[in-house]
């Protein structure tokens, strides 16, 4: 019976979760409209903190760079822009809202790359109508200290930059606290087949159609390795894979430990609107080097693993997250 009743608990915390992170309001916000240090060119030299912009040119962002007396420009530019994070911004998830951007953008935060959009050059790709939001880790940030924001951008044509839209660093809900951190590059092939030898990189979280794969609908596989320390190797696991659109299949060391939906795609749900949370039976995870493959089928519209946190987390942790959510009562 106690059996019984850890497990029921167990569930009904994991399809709380899911409901929870879908609410994407922030509790506090850094403004960062305003001046942005900016160069035309490309530099890798340039996403680095310790990098001296000082004697770069000063433009209003957002705002197109034409207007900001780049007229007719077409290529590659940087912005960077340095500012303190509040202290009570720690212990929250991090969003780092860049609005629109033509065409593609890399974004790196404290020399870190964070987030892509788009796809550069020789394999271009625009996302000039993708609203850019991308998860900031705790772990990068420096709080009530300088912070470093380097954006790399690609225009094509026509207007170009960081052209319009909200820019702010948005503190949300209470930040989870994963084992594993998975979130970053991952190896990604359309079709059915995980072995595939066209694999690319894609950043995970982050819809498929804003990194190459413009309106792609279908089947895909994302794939990645991790190293697990021996001292969680044999503790209960749940596994975060964000949220999906619209069905996947999780498999760690090749084993099957959880779904959403149909994955033949034969019927219709509104499982797209759901994140993904499994635990990993004992006995699949190992010391050392595991891996993780996810199945994505996409009938229409955005697809692949959008956002959320992608990982591993000790279900003690996961379930003692929940409470303290629960408990948090300005989100109510």
């Not at 530099?43 to 705002?63: H, I, K, L, M």
């Not at 197109?64 to 509040?86: C, I, L, N, S, T």
């Not at 991090?94 to 953008?105: A, K, M, P, R, T």
């Not at 190293?227 to 498999?251: C, E, H, T, Y």
Request: proline share 3%; net charge negative; with cysteine.
């Amino acid at each position: 019976m106690k059996t019984l009743m850890k497990i029921t608990v167990t569930v009904f915390l994991l399809a709380g979760f899911a409901g929870a992170l879908q609410a994407n309001r922030y509790y506090m916000e850094e403004g960062l409209r305003g001046l942005w240090h900016f160069k035309i060119g490309d530099n890798p030299e340039w996403a680095s903190p310790g990098y001296d912009e000082s004697n770069w040119q000063q433009v209003y962002v957002p705002a197109r760079w034409e207007e900001e007396g780049y007229q007719g420009y077409d290529g590659f530019a940087w912005y960077r822009k340095r500012f303190e994070v509040p202290a009570n911004f720690q212990g929250r998830e991090l969003f780092l809202e860049l609005g629109y951007i033509d065409d593609v953008d890399e974004v790196f935060f404290n020399g870190v790359k964070i987030g892509q959009t788009g796809s550069f050059p020789p394999y271009y790709s625009t996302a000039y109508n993708a609203n850019r939001v991308y998860a900031v880790p705790q772990t990068l940030v420096h709080f009530n200290r300088e912070n470093v924001v380097a954006v790399r951008v690609y225009d094509s044509q026509l207007e170009g930059g960081i052209v319009r839209g909200n820019i702010v660093l948005g503190a949300a809900d209470i930040a989870i606290d994963l084992d594993v951190n998975l979130c970053g590059n991952w190896d990604f092939n359309t079709g059915r087949d995980p072995s595939d030898s066209n694999k690319k990189t894609i950043v995970v979280p982050g819809q498929w159609e804003n990194q190459g794969y413009y309106n792609y609908d279908g089947y895909a596989v994302y794939s990645t390795t991790f190293n697990l320390p021996s001292s969680m190797a044999k503790k209960r696991m749940v596994f975060l894979a964000g949220r999906i659109d619209d069905f996947d299949q999780v498999f760690i060391n090749d084993t099957f430990i959880g779904q959403t939906g149909d994955l033949s795609g034969r019927s219709y749900t509104e499982m797209h609107r759901e994140f993904r949370n499994y635990c990993i039976p004992t006995g699949v995870l190992k010391a050392g080097k595991n891996t993780v493959e996810i199945r994505v089928y996409d009938k229409g519209g955005e697809g692949g693993i959008l956002e959320g946190s992608v990982g591993l987390i000790t279900q003690e942790k996961f379930i003692q997250y929940w409470r303290d959510k629960r408990k948090d009562k300005r989100y109510y």
